[in-house]
């Protein structure tokens, strides 16, 4: 229980702006067990993003402005982490092909015109999406961008560096925990009200499409995850989420 305990301040501490207690012990079973309580430590994320599409559109407020609210609040509450993650995974895939080279360009955290242009596209998509959302389809939104961490961190999946997050957590969930979290979504997804039924399941799928995608890429590009890659897979996952669920 106590792993759990360190597992969930990980997440939360890491992931969102909530503050709670430092955990006691951060190893890689500590590590791999905040991967996947990733998406309930995100759930205050997607309450805000949730409440403020219902508030906009209680006050008739344009839908691009609410969209726009919407994707800001998530980006402050999860310190912008992930769109960093975007800007520098997109700027070291743009660099040289050279494998140290491109991590050095990740590790200075300066964005370069890729990594700006990358990140300006994506959130176009979300918030682009988001116009047509609902309360519970902007909140499903966010969650399913955060379940894809533990697959992102399954077994076999390699650290591109020997420091950092992403060493620390690559490799660190059993695959079996890693495709529960999946299944979990897309069944859950299939409940969101207002839709078809296999309309949520179909949001997670694409979302994981996407997601294994970039790591794909990222494999064989750089060797392996970084943070950095993690955080791309969640604004691309996201993105794709709330795409395939707008209406």
Excluded: F, N
């Excluded at 209680?58 to 800001?72: D, K, N």
């Amino acid at each position: 229980m106590t792993r759990w305990i360190d597992a969930a301040r990980l997440a939360v501490g890491t992931l969102t702006t909530v503050p709670v207690p430092a955990p006691r012990v951060i190893d890689r079973p500590v590590a791999g067990r905040a991967m996947l309580l990733a998406p309930l430590a995100a759930v205050p994320l997607a309450a805000v993003a949730g409440a403020i599409v219902w508030a906009g559109s209680a006050v008739g407020l344009p839908s691009l402005a609410t969209a726009a609210l919407a994707i800001g609040a998530v980006a402050l509450g999860s310190r912008g982490l992930h769109l960093d993650g975007l800007a520098d995974t997109a700027d070291g895939l743009g660099a040289s092909y050279d494998r140290g080279k491109a991590l050095d360009v990740m590790r200075r955290g300066d964005s370069g015109p890729t990594g700006v242009a990358t990140l300006v596209l994506v959130l176009l998509v979300q918030v682009g999406a988001l116009t047509a959302a609902t309360p519970a389809t902007a909140a499903a939104g966010v969650l399913v961008g955060r379940c894809v961490l533990s697959t992102a961190c399954a077994r076999g999946v390699p650290s591109a560096r020997a420091d950092g997050l992403g060493a620390t957590v690559a490799g660190s969930v059993p695959r079996a925990a890693a495709l529960a979290v999946g299944l979990a979504a897309a069944g859950l997804a299939a409940l969101l009200p207002g839709l078809p039924w296999w309309r949520g399941p179909l949001a997670v799928v694409l979302s994981y499409a996407v997601a294994a995608a970039l790591l794909w890429r990222c494999t064989k590009r750089l060797g392996g995850v970084t943070g950095d890659v993690l955080g791309a897979a969640v604004e691309a996952a996201v993105a794709a989420a709330l795409v395939a669920l707008s209406t």
